[in-house]
């Protein structure tokens, strides 16, 4: 959106801003966190911590997910969805209907017992 040009790449990369506020378990408004030095976006901060999702992911989600590897590798994979979708450069930036094929398989990744 910084180019000032509106495509489908824009509103992928506002569909990842949904998908982190979702996973992150906080409104909208919280786009903008203080860090040391100044104000940062959420995304920036997500993305070098991205690794370490129990500190980004809703802590209510971490107690539903118990431990329970398949859940995690969701998790990690959901996040990995979102920061793909909210790269500052629009031609990184997936498209929509891969997102939501991505999106499918995550959901199907874990199989019945």
């Keep these: 959106m910084r180019s000032g ?3 489908e790449k824009t509103d992928v990369y506002s569909f990842g801003v949904l998908l ?7 409104r909208a408004w919280w786009l903008i966190i203080r860090q040391e030095g100044g104000y ?17 992911v ?7 997910v118990g431990g329970n590897k398949q859940v995690e ?3 990690h994979d959901f996040l990995e969805l979102a ?13 929509m209907s891969n ?8 959901d199907e990744s874990i199989l019945p017992s």
């Design 83 to 95: 920061l793909s979708c909210t790269q500052d450069e629009i031609e990184g930036r997936p498209y």
């Design 5 to 7: 040009h509106i495509s």
């Design 73 to 75: 590798q969701q998790l």
């Design 40 to 56: 940062s976006s959420v995304i920036d901060y997500m993305k070098s911590h991205a690794y370490q999702h129990q500190t980004i």
């Design 99 to 106: 997102v939501a094929r991505e999106l499918v398989r995550i």
């Design 58 to 64: 809703d802590p209510k989600i971490l107690e539903e």
């Design 20 to 26: 982190l506020v979702f996973l992150m378990g906080r």
